[in-house]
């Protein structure tokens, strides 16, 4: 399995939308939410991999980090950085295998907020992050004015 065409997702999942460049490169990604139950996934391709044929650590991070900041945004409706993010390896997962993550916030207060994932392939859970984000309450409010048109900051 190398090209586009064998990452297709299980039925319910489409393509995921409003990623940034970094995981738009690195996808593709998808989604499914049904209204009460959301979550993303990735068919494991060559480029996804380390050396030993292993979804690479790093590219396992990066999905969490964004199944982790969905949650928070989900919860809060504000734009968010992450500040931190503690992560587990469980398992491996390989090239051709589909991986995919839920996350939930745990918690949100005036300026933060918290949240916890895990992701799978098929029964096999492969890895679980925490994760501590930054409300960007400000930079919310400046996005809102300049959709808006006012100039005013």
Known sequence: ?????????????????????????????????????????FRVLPRHCNAFGLVHGGWLMAFADGLLAEACFRASGTPILTIRMTSDFLNPARTGEWVEGTART??????????????????KLIFTATGVFKLMEGHARRAKRALSGDAAT
Do not use: Y
Request: with cysteine.
């Open 1 to 41: 399995m190398s090209g586009e065409a064998d990452s297709a997702p299980p039925e319910g999942f489409t393509p995921a939308r409003q990623r940034g460049p970094f995981t738009t490169h690195n996808g593709p990604l998808f989604a499914f939410d049904d209204g009460a139950t959301w979550k993303r996934g």
């Open 106 to 123: 745990t918690r949100v207060t005036r300026s933060m907020a918290f949240a916890e994932c895990e992701i799978r392939s098929g029964a």
